[in-house]
């Protein structure tokens, strides 16, 4: 199977999704702005990584974990993505869409702005990592969410 953690960005919300889901963020804690900042990718995807699916790891349960910018597209690209299997010759459940955006907050927002768009990385980057600090219970949540949904039973 293959876990995709989507949002806007995909830098931010759904790398953070994707370590917790990789256990390797704390499920029972929420890791300082420092802690955050060390996840690599985190606040750190190219212009040129957007639309791609970027491979993070192996799960528990042997599914591949990805993360995907999809800008402001989330319909398009959710259709595109689930059309693959068939063309491929597998079945749509291989593949699991996950949208981190409705964790996401004003200061991930702002923070996430000014260090992507705006190329300000030095004042947006601590933003955002405090914001996502603020979100954490969220993410928490979607993630514990979609491994309800994955495990093997």
């Keep these: 199977m293959h876990v995709i953690y989507h949002d806007i960005g995909g ?82 459940d291989e593949i699991v869409l996950v949208n981190t955006s409705p964790s996401v907050n004003f200061y991930m927002k702002l923070g996430g702005s000014c260090s992507r768009v705006l190329k300000m990385v030095t004042f947006g980057r601590p933003i955002v990592a405090y914001g996502t600090t603020k979100a954490y219970s969220n993410i928490v949540d979607i993630v514990n969410k979609t491994k309800l949904t994955i495990a093997p039973s």
Excluded at 19 to 32: A, C, F, G, V
Excluded at 52 to 66: A, K, M, S
């Design 11 to 92: 830098s931010h919300s759904s790398v953070v999704a994707t370590y917790l889901h990789l256990n390797k963020l704390p499920m029972d804690r929420i890791p300082s702005s420092d802690e955050i900042l060390e996840v690599p990718m985190f606040d750190k995807l190219e212009k040129h990584q957007r639309g791609r699916l970027i491979f993070h790891g192996i799960d528990e349960y042997g599914n591949n974990v990805y993360t995907l910018s999809r800008q402001y597209y989330e319909h398009p690209v959710k259709n595109a993505i689930m059309s693959v299997p068939k063309m491929i010759g597998l079945s749509e």
